[in-house]
């Protein structure tokens, strides 16, 4: 089945730098990767995805970048602010099998 | 206006009981699910149900098993509680018909603890 690694498992940046989280996956059928933020105390809740068929995806400050050959993805986060604060978590899946998630990132942004 | 809600947000319960979390959904979806999240955040799937076919992780025993009275709502029953079960659970839901995966609205998370 299908196996996700994420790192960092802790990320600390200054407000307004950039944040980066990479993602491995094995199963080279996935083809659907969102990306999900949780804060304390409340449900992950999902804030960009990508489908296999392109490589990079923005909204606004945020961007996912798909390399189906080498089978890993990031998140990066430009012009951090402390209300990015949470954790992150990547996830896989072919559509055929629930998603599978990563460990989660905790992101701090330090004002 | 709440997607996706769950009851009770806290559970605390001895060893042995059994117990039951409540899930609703009101965006028309047919797919939920429910999550186990443990002490250091990981997030597992334990089932998967729409109205055809209820998929189990094959790692959940037994004592926990989901129902569903109609197409909104997915409750977890658990069984002969144990300390590890203690964990945050959440519920979620998606639109799955069709061959193309979507974005999982998941609730709030009720907090259990096992005494």
């Known amino acids: 089945g299908e196996n996700v690694e994420q790192h960092p498992s802790t990320l600390s940046v200054q407000e307004g730098d950039s944040a980066v989280i990479k993602c491995t996956y094995s199963d080279s059928a996935s083809n659907y990767f969102p990306w999900y933020k949780q804060e304390l105390g409340k449900g992950p809740q999902l804030i960009i995805d990508i489908r296999s068929n392109v490589g990079e995806k923005k909204d606004q400050r945020i961007a996912v970048t798909l390399n189906k050959t080498a089978k890993h993805f990031s998140l990066h986060i430009t012009e951090t602010q402390p209300e990015d604060s949470a954790v992150y978590f990547c996830a896989a899946t072919s559509g055929n099998t629930p998603l599978v998630f990563g460990k989660g990132t905790r992101l701090s942004v330090i004002a | 206006d709440t997607a996706v809600s769950q009851t009770p947000k806290y559970l605390v319960t001895q060893m042995g009981n059994d117990k039951s979390i409540k899930c609703e959904q009101n965006l028309g979806h047919d797919t939920m699910y429910w999550y186990k999240q443990d002490s250091k955040k990981f997030l597992k799937i334990m089932f998967s149900y729409n109205n055809k076919e209820l998929i189990i992780n094959e790692t959940v025993p037994n004592r926990f098993s989901p129902k569903s009275p109609d197409k909104a709502h997915l409750n977890l029953h658990i069984n002969s509680l144990e300390l590890g079960d203690s964990a945050v659970y959440f519920c979620?839901?998606?639109?799955?018909?069709?061959?193309?995966?979507?974005?999982?609205?998941f609730g709030p998370g009720t907090r259990l603890t096992v005494l």
């Open positions: 979620a839901s998606s639109q799955e018909s069709g061959p193309q995966y979507n974005e999982q609205f």
